[in-house]
């Protein structure tokens, strides 16, 4: 798809959801429209149109799922109140997990900083086996660390991530691309499996892995790396990827393409 036929998609998505933010009456339904408008005027690049979108909205989170899940406990329906509650530690655990690569692109020029959040993103991520609920969560922390470490001249570091990205993409356990239950969330598929675009992806899964594959071979960052045999042998690898299809998508907004 060339870029002024994207342009032309994104341009019809947006009339069609503030459509759906005007019309609906149900609010929760006209917020996430809101929400999806933004980011589709994000990956068009313009910042400041998402910025009089959002900028009014971010207040403190008021969150009923606790409230609700004690009333669920009460009422003998524990199993509401298990998967309820699940469910929005899970949830919590995306939102911190989404916001590091922009975090990483602020602390740039602070690697202090940066190698702080990473070594506690990577307690997280371990400590509740994200790698076994939604593995694809993971590419664009790799991804992200990696560039973080390229720009620092620290080639040994970027590698490992580098390689920890491609053996995830090329693996059989990331597809398909599904919530998967584990020991500690044994619960969580039964409330996400009431909304579908929480727990499908919006496209296929070639296509997906395309764009990720093209993340790495097609980001400029790292042709620093291209005279190292290491390196050379990541390219080999996830070269190997077949295409699903041209595609001239930003590599910055690859993370929309995950599902929860």
């Known amino acids: 798809m060339n870029t002024h036929r994207s342009n032309e998609v994104f341009a019809e998505t947006i009339r069609l959801l503030e459509r759906i933010e005007k019309q609906s009456d149900d609010k929760s339904l006209a917020n996430q429209a809101l929400h999806v408008r933004a980011s589709a005027y994000m990956m068009l690049g313009d910042a400041d149109k998402v910025i009089e979108l959002l900028g ?14 004690t009333a669920y406990n009460k009422n003998h329906s524990g199993d509401q109140a298990l998967s309820l509650l699940q469910s929005s530690i899970y949830k919590n655990i995306v939102g911190l997990l989404g916001a590091y690569p922009e975090l990483l692109k602020i602390y740039e020029n602070d690697l202090t900083a940066a190698e702080a959040w990473i070594v506690r993103i990577k307690k997280v991520v371990d400590a509740f086996g994200v790698q076994n609920i939604q593995p694809a ?4 922390l790799y991804l992200s660390s990696a560039t973080l470490y390229v720009r620092h001249g620290k080639t ?3 590698l490992g991530y580098l ?5 995830l993409l090329t693996s059989s356990h990331m597809f398909p691309l599904r919530l998967k239950r584990t020991e500690l969330f ?3 598929n039964s409330f ?19 764009y990720f594959k093209e993340a790495l071979i097609k980001n400029p960052v790292f042709d620093v790396l291209k005279g190292n045999a290491e390196y050379a042998a990541i390219r080999d690898e996830i070269s190997s990827i077949a295409d699903a299809i041209h ?7 690859i993370p929309f393409l995950i599902p929860m």
């Open 247 to 253: 595609t001239d998508m930003p590599m910055e907004y």
């Open 192 to 210: 996400f499996g009431y909304f579908d675009f929480e727990t499908t992806p919006p496209r296929s899964e070639a296509i997906i892995r395309q």
């Open 156 to 158: 040994a570091e970027a």
């Open 186 to 188: 044994d619960s969580i």
């Open 163 to 167: 390689k920890a990205y491609t053996k």
């Open 137 to 140: 969560t993971l590419l664009p």
């Open 56 to 69: 009014d909205t971010v207040t403190l989170p008021v969150s009923s799922e606790v409230l609700l899940a």
